[in-house]
């Protein structure tokens, strides 16, 4: 199987996407959807920016390289009873079955970054949006204070060493590695602009709870705790991650756990 398919399959990202709702209506809302837009949400998950998008009336599809999660976003369409919303199964970076210049907007929130291979990534959203349209991605940052860079910095040094060839999705986060990938696909530097932008992760738990949906359910954590329990360090694992969730938690109590993380907001004109 495809590793990167593999790794998203894993676990149940639904369970961390629940917790990202808020803030995929918020980001949705400053996106100036029109009705009959037709939008591309690449690395959908299970539809946190498709399904509001949806509700705004654009005409979404949904890629990601996760069956269960196309799965899970094509049930919860069904439930709101959205037909103008569907997902299916894609790679980010071989968009088979999509014509060119066919999107008014391609969005990508925190999900074509963790393709293999950025330069295709970049050339197939830029294939599929018409001119005059716009690709927008989130990504996260890399070595941000903030948590999700901070897991996935910790999650890394109880890993395994990457493959030979690895390319590091945080890439998508240093502005000069978008700038290139994007000259390459035949975007001008300065239709290419960049902000610094929060997400904000809220879980009706304590930090020490939503560790473990992390250490359960979410990929690159799984992996991270399966490495650390070889070594005997699962626990210096867990202890290390529920040490960042509480110093970051802005929760007004134990019980309930509210984080901000830092991305890089990239708007593309094509």
Same mark, same amino acid.
């Given at each position: 199987m495809n590793p990167n398919k593999a790794l998203w399959e894993k676990g149940d990202f639904t369970r961390i996407a629940a917790t990202m709702r808020q803030s995929g209506e918020a980001f949705v809302k400053s996106l100036e959807i029109t009705p009959d837009m037709r939008v591309l949400d690449l690395g959908c998950g299970d539809g946190t920016t498709a399904i509001p998008s949806a509700l705004l009336g654009a005409r979404v599809l949904g890629v990601d390289i996760a069956a269960n999660l196309v799965e899970a976003g094509n049930r919860r369409a069904q439930d709101l009873g959205l037909t103008n919303?569907?997902?299916?199964?894609?790679?980010?970076?071989q968009l088979d079955g999509l014509n060119d210049e066919s999107f008014d907007l391609v969005v990508t929130i925190f999900g074509a970054m963790f393709a293999p291979k950025p330069f295709e990534v970049a050339r197939e959203m830029k294939r599929v949006t018409r001119p005059g349209g716009r690709i927008v991605?989130?990504? *996260?940052?890399?070595?941000? +204070?903030?948590?999700? @860079?901070?897991?996935?910095?910790?999650?890394?040094? /109880?890993?395994? %060493?990457?493959?030979?060839?690895?390319?590091?999705?945080?890439?998508?986060?240093?502005?000069?590695?978008?700038?290139?990938?994007?000259?390459?696909?035949?975007?001008?530097?300065?239709?290419?602009?960049?902000?610094?932008?929060? *997400?904000?992760?809220?879980? +009706?738990?304590?930090? @020490?709870?939503?560790?473990?949906?992390?250490?359960? /359910?979410?990929? %690159?954590?799984?992996?991270?705790?399966?490495?650390?329990?070889?070594?005997?360090?699962?626990?210096?694992?867990?202890?290390?991650?529920?040490?960042?969730?509480?110093?970051?938690?802005q929760g007004a109590s134990p019980h309930h756990t509210t984080i901000p993380a830092t991305y890089l907001l990239v708007t593309v004109k094509i």
């Open positions: 919303c569907r997902f299916q199964e894609g790679d980010a970076s991605m989130g990504n *996260w940052i890399p070595n941000d +204070p903030t948590l999700v @860079a901070q897991i996935l910095k910790i999650s890394s040094a /109880y890993s395994p %060493p990457p493959p030979e060839g690895f390319v590091s999705p945080m890439t998508w986060g240093v502005e000069r590695e978008v700038v290139e990938r994007f000259a390459v696909a035949g975007v001008a530097r300065s239709s290419i602009s960049f902000a610094q932008e929060q *997400w904000v992760f809220d879980y +009706p738990g304590s930090a @020490a709870e939503f560790v473990s949906e992390f250490r359960n /359910y979410y990929g %690159p954590t799984m992996n991270a705790f399966a490495a650390a329990e070889k070594a005997g360090r699962d626990a210096e694992l867990e202890q290390e991650l529920i040490a960042l969730f509480e110093s970051q938690n």
